[in-house]
């Protein structure tokens, strides 16, 4: 009788933590992903643009040559005034803020071959157009190097002005180890769906101000420990030179869910910074969808050392890049 009583006590208590098991590990599974996570998955599934084909780059003879191409659409995102100034033929003055509406119900993207976004300097037109493609308009492109790679009299107060070799005798030249992965942002649009998520984030994206997001090479080499700085290059870019302090990030690699997004730290000043600053933009935005405080380097490494990547041939900015098109007045 008592064997009977000792098996039926323990048969009870190993159904118990048995079922006990099987509870949590329900529960494990069935905790929802963060909005955050929930986002970086859809983004991933969808493209996952910023890992495959960013940036996505045109050059102003490719404009050219495509003038009277109907299934070429040039936006414009400068001011009215500077596109009154002066513009690409048949291109449309579109504010930045209007971006995503006129995508959505101005115009039929799929229409169109290529729909090159063009700013001042080619920075801000990357953001959206990074901005664009993660919304799944996968025919938008930027103008590489804005509207400075098409005429001088705007070049001449944009890039060739603010080519500098101010700090090229300040750069570090060793290496900087990535973090271990901290705590990741955390986003509060109440929605459970990740494409709801996406489209309000979209939407919030576009209404800052570019503007916002610019850092001048002054502030950041004052104090560069201010900044978590993502210097998003390949390895020889890196070697050169660097901002101190500044981690490399391999361009469409590292920064995905599997490789090392979440070592970027979202209690820190992220600044993201390449050669150009157009490379950068589009990370710039990618990060800010996800919750990063990010920032971009203006006119990226060149800002400081323009001679050294010229020398090397490291996407220097010199006067060939402008070509001196025809501009309409």
Known sequence: MNKITSYIVVLFITTALLSGFKSNAQDSSETPKSEFGLLVQYLE????????????????????????????????????????????KNSVNVAPTELL????KKITPSNFDKITIVCYSGQAAAYYTSLLRLAGYNNAYSLKWGMSSWADEF??????????NLYANKLQTTP???????????????KTDAKEILNIRLKGAFAKP??????????????PS????????????????????????????????????????????????????????????????????????????????????????????????????????
Not at 210 to 223: G, L, M, N, R, T
């Open 45 to 88: 599934e969808n493209g996952n643009f910023i890992n495959t084909d960013s940036p996505a780059l045109v050059l102003a003879e490719e404009i050219k040559e495509n003038l009277t191409n109907k299934k070429y659409l040039v936006i414009d995102t400068r001011t009215a005034s500077w596109f009154a100034y002066g513009h690409i």
């Open 101 to 104: 509406n006129y995508f959505e």
């Open 155 to 164: 070049a001449e107060k944009i890039w060739v002005k603010n080519a500098t």
């Open 176 to 190: 900087n180890e990535m973090p271990a992965v901290g705590q990741l942002p955390i986003l509060k649009t109440g």
């Open 210 to 223: 570019y503007s916002e997001f610019i850092v001048k090479p002054d502030s950041v080499f004052k104090s």
């Open 226 to 329: 201010s900044f978590y700085i993502v210097n998003y290059v390949n390895e020889d870019k890196y070697n050169v030179g660097h901002i101190e302090g500044a981690v490399r990030y391999e361009p469409k690699a590292s920064l995905a869910s599997t490789a090392s997004l979440y070592t970027i730290p979202s209690d820190k000043k992220v600044l993201v910074n390449c050669s150009t600053g157009q490379s950068a933009a589009y990370i710039v935005a990618y990060l800010h969808l996800l919750g990063y405080d990010v920032s971009n380097l203006a006119y990226g490494s060149n800002s400081f050392m323009n001679a050294i990547l010229i020398e090397k041939e490291l996407d220097g900015f010199t006067a060939k890049e402008i070509k001196n098109f025809p501009v309409v007045e």
